[in-house]
Nanobody, 127 residues
């Protein structure tokens, strides 16, 4: 089992920045590929960013490319999502997810590919 706890959400004005953190516990974090997803009210959960267990590969949905950066610190069992130039349409509950991965540079972008999920943290961007 892997437990995931997100933090760092909050209320920010458009154009501002936030850094989300997701701390994992329970198993060897460095063996898990990680992802960030978000869900806005009345909408389906959508993929935001993913990172391989090695950290060598990352992938972003088009709407956040150039604004968001995913990274990880395996020594701290933590994955981050740095969000810059935030827009009102980024408002959502952001959740991190984990799945065991045997390939150092593999990442995953579908919700069904992940085995463990955090509870989420609310991000609200005001205009």
């Amino acid at each position: 089992q892997v437990q995931l706890v997100e933090s760092g959400g909050g209320l920010v004005q458009a154009g501002g920045s936030l850094r989300l953190s997701c701390v994992a516990s329970g198993r060897t974090f460095s063996s898990y590929a990680m992802g960030w997803f978000r869900q806005a009210p009345g909408k389906e959960r959508e993929f935001v960013a993913a990172i391989s267990w090695s950290g060598g590969s990352t992938y972003y949905t088009d709407s956040v490319k150039g604004r968001f950066t995913i990274s990880r610190d395996n020594a701290k069992n933590t994955v981050y999502l740095q969000m810059n130039s935030l827009k009102p349409e980024d408002t959502a509950v952001y959740s991190c997810a984990a799945r065991l991965s045997y390939r150092g540079n593999s990442f995953y972008i579908e919700t069904r590919e992940y085995d463990y999920w955090g509870q989420g943290t609310q991000v609200t961007v005001s205009s």
